[in-house]
C-alpha cells in the first residue's frame, strides 16, 4: 500500500486560513459617535409687569366695646366668681358684697316705717275725734290746728320712711352685680374680700364676639390706606375660612416704631371670632410706574460669586439657552421681585439652572 505524503495538505490548511483572515481584516471600519444626553428644564413665562401687589400683615381681634363694671355702693367684696376669660351669661351673677350692713339697715328702716305708720294712725283717729269735738264747740281752734298739725307731721314722716326704706331697699340690690349682657371677662381689677368704693372698677366685660381686627402699617404705605379700603382676613383659629373686610379707621399719628394703627372691620362673621385672635390681613397695593416689577419664582434667580444675579433664558427657536443678568426686588410670596433684565413673554428656567451654560441645548420638560 501506498502512503502519499502529510505536507501538502498542511500547506492547504494555512493557505485557507490566511485566505479567510484576509476577506476579514478588508471589511470597512466604523467609528461609534458617543451618545450625547440632552438636559431637561422647567421654564415659566415671564407675565407682564406687576400693578399692584400684595402684602400680609399681623394683627388682633379687638374687642368692639368694653363694658366697666362696679358697684353704685360701698362694702366688703366676698369671693369673685370669675376670673378673666371666663364666658358669662346675661344676668348672670358676677360680683357680691358683703350684705350684712345693707340687711340690717332694711330692717330699721323697716321698724321706723312701721312706727312711723302706727303713729299717722293714732294721729289719725285723734284728729277725727277733736274735729267732732270742734264742730260742736269743745275745742278751741288753737288746740284742733295743733292735733292737725300731728296728723300732717306724722303723715309726711311716715312718707319719708317709706323712700328711705325703698332707696334701702335699693342699695341693698346694689350689692350685687349682674351681667348686663352675654360677653368674656376681659380684666379682674379687685382681689376677693377687697373692701371697694363706689364706682371703682371690679371688672371690665366685653361682647363675646367681634369682628374688628386691629394691626399696624409701615409709613411707607399708610399712603395707599384709606376708610373703605377692602383687605382679606384669616385667623389660625378658624383654618381653611378667608373674610372679607374694610378698614374702619386709621390713627393720625404713628406709634414709637412709625407704624400707623389701623382697624378693619369684618363684613360677616357669623358670631365666631373672639377677641384676642391673632389674624393675617391682607391688603392690595399700587406699585408706581417706575417702581413696577416682574414677578419669577425665587429657584429662576441664579448668583455669581460677586453676588450678582443673572437668570437663564429659554430661546424656543434654538431650543437652547441664553444668560441674563438682572436686578432683583425683595422676594414676595408670589415670587421674586426682578426689577431689571427681563420682558414679558420670556421664558425663564425655573428647574436645572445650576448646570447650564452659555447657548447648551435643553428639552423643556414643563412651562408653567
Given at each position: 500500500?501506498?502512503?502519499?505524503?502529510?505536507?501538502?495538505?498542511?500547506?492547504?490548511?494555512?493557505?485557507?486560513?490566511?485566505?479567510?483572515?484576509?476577506?476579514?481584516?478588508?471589511?470597512?471600519?466604523?467609528?461609534?459617535?458617543?451618545?450625547?444626553?440632552?438636559?431637561?428644564?422647567?421654564?415659566?413665562?415671564?407675565?407682564?409687569?406687576?400693578?399692584?401687589?400684595?402684602?400680609?400683615?399681623?394683627?388682633?381681634?379687638?374687642?368692639?366695646?368694653?363694658?366697666?363694671?362696679?358697684?353704685?355702693?360701698?362694702?366688703?367684696?366676698?369671693?369673685?366668681?370669675?376670673?378673666?376669660?371666663?364666658?358669662?351669661?346675661?344676668?348672670?351673677?358676677?360680683?357680691?358684697?358683703?350684705?350684712?350692713?345693707?340687711?340690717?339697715?332694711?330692717?330699721?328702716?323697716?321698724?321706723?316705717?312701721?312706727?312711723?305708720?302706727?303713729?299717722?294712725?293714732?294721729?289719725?283717729?285723734?284728729?277725727?275725734?277733736?274735729?267732732?269735738?270742734?264742730?260742736?264747740?269743745?275745742?278751741?281752734?288753737?288746740?284742733?290746728?295743733?292735733?292737725?298739725?300731728?296728723?300732717?307731721?306724722?303723715?309726711?314722716?311716715?312718707?319719708?320712711?317709706?323712700?328711705?326704706?325703698?332707696?334701702?331697699?335699693?342699695?341693698?340690690?346694689?350689692?350685687?352685680?349682674?351681667?348686663?349682657?352675654?360677653?368674656?371677662?376681659?380684666?379682674?381689677?379687685?382681689?376677693?374680700?377687697?373692701?371697694?368704693?363706689?364706682?371703682?372698677?371690679?371688672?371690665?366685660?366685653?361682647?363675646?364676639?367681634?369682628?374688628?381686627?386691629?394691626l399696624g402699617i409701615p409709613i411707607a404705605l399708610i399712603t395707599q390706606i384709606e376708610k373703605g379700603k377692602p383687605a382679606t382676613v384669616t385667623f389660625e383659629n378658624i383654618p381653611g375660612k378667608t373674610y372679607q373686610?374694610?378698614?374702619?379707621?386709621?390713627?393720625?399719628?404713628?406709634?414709637?416704631?412709625?407704624?400707623?394703627?389701623?382697624?378693619?372691620?369684618?363684613?360677616?362673621?357669623?358670631?365666631?371670632?373672639?377677641?384676642?385672635?391673632?389674624?393675617?390681613?391682607?391688603?392690595?397695593?399700587?406699585?408706581?410706574?417706575?417702581?413696577?416689577?416682574?414677578?419669577?419664582?425665587?429657584?429662576?434667580?441664579?448668583?455669581?460669586?460677586?453676588?450678582?444675579?443673572?437668570?437663564?433664558?429659554?430661546?424656543?427657536?434654538?431650543?437652547?439657552?441664553?444668560?441674563?443678568?438682572?436686578?432683583?426686588?425683595?422676594?414676595?410670596?408670589?415670587?421674586?421681585?426682578?426689577?431689571?433684565?427681563?420682558?414679558?413673554?420670556?421664558?425663564?428656567?425655573?428647574?436645572?439652572?445650576?448646570?447650564?451654560?452659555?447657548?447648551?441645548?435643553?428639552?423643556?420638560?414643563?412651562?408653567?
Amino acid at each position: 500500500m501506498t502512503v502519499l505524503p502529510a505536507k501538502p495538505l498542511i500547506y492547504g490548511s494555512l493557505l485557507s486560513l490566511i485566505f479567510s483572515l484576509a476577506l476579514t481584516g478588508c471589511k470597512p471600519y466604523t467609528k461609534e459617535e458617543p451618545v450625547t444626553t440632552v438636559k431637561k428644564v422647567s421654564v415659566k413665562k415671564v407675565s407682564g409687569p406687576k400693578r399692584e401687589f400684595k402684602r400680609v400683615f399681623s394683627g388682633v381681634s379687638k374687642v368692639n366695646e368694653e363694658l366697666l363694671l362696679s358697684f353704685r355702693v360701698n362694702g366688703q367684696l366676698k369671693k369673685l366668681p370669675l376670673e378673666v376669660g371666663d364666658a358669662v351669661r346675661k344676668n348672670q351673677l358676677i360680683a357680691e358684697l358683703d350684705p350684712t350692713d345693707s340687711d340690717l339697715d332694711v330692717q330699721y328702716k323697716k321698724a321706723l316705717l312701721a312706727k312711723s305708720n302706727a303713729d299717722v294712725r293714732q294721729s289719725y283717729a285723734e284728729l277725727e275725734r277733736n274735729l267732732v269735738l270742734y264742730e260742736a264747740g269743745n275745742v278751741s281752734q288753737s288746740d284742733f290746728d295743733s292735733v292737725e298739725a300731728t296728723y300732717l307731721t306724722n303723715k309726711a314722716q311716715h312718707l319719708a320712711n317709706q323712700k328711705d326704706l325703698a332707696l334701702t331697699k335699693q342699695n341693698l340690690a346694689y350689692t350685687r352685680i349682674y351681667a348686663p349682657q352675654n360677653g368674656i371677662i376681659t380684666e379682674k381689677s379687685v382681689k376677693d374680700y377687697q373692701t371697694v368704693s363706689q364706682g371703682e372698677v371690679i371688672y371690665k366685660m366685653a361682647n363675646s364676639y367681634t369682628d374688628s381686627v386691629e394691626l399696624g402699617i409701615p409709613i411707607a404705605l399708610i399712603t395707599q390706606i384709606e376708610k373703605g379700603k377692602p383687605a382679606t382676613v384669616t385667623f389660625e383659629n378658624i383654618p381653611g375660612k378667608t373674610y372679607q373686610a374694610k378698614v374702619s379707621d386709621i390713627s393720625i399719628v404713628p406709634g414709637d416704631t412709625t407704624v400707623y394703627s389701623i382697624t378693619v372691620d369684618i363684613a360677616s362673621h357669623a358670631n365666631a371670632i373672639l377677641p384676642g385672635w391673632v389674624a393675617d390681613v391682607a391688603f392690595n397695593f399700587n406699585v408706581p410706574v417706575s417702581q413696577q416689577f416682574v414677578l419669577v419664582p425665587n429657584e429662576a434667580i441664579q448668583s455669581d460669586p460677586d453676588k450678582s444675579k443673572y437668570v437663564w433664558i429659554f430661546n424656543p427657536a434654538q431650543s437652547n439657552v441664553q444668560r441674563q443678568p438682572v436686578k432683583i426686588g425683595k422676594l414676595m410670596t408670589e415670587g421674586m421681585q426682578v426689577t431689571e433684565g427681563l420682558l414679558p413673554g420670556q421664558l425663564v428656567v425655573t428647574r436645572g439652572g445650576n448646570t447650564l451654560t452659555e447657548n447648551l441645548k435643553v428639552d423643556v420638560a414643563h412651562q408653567g
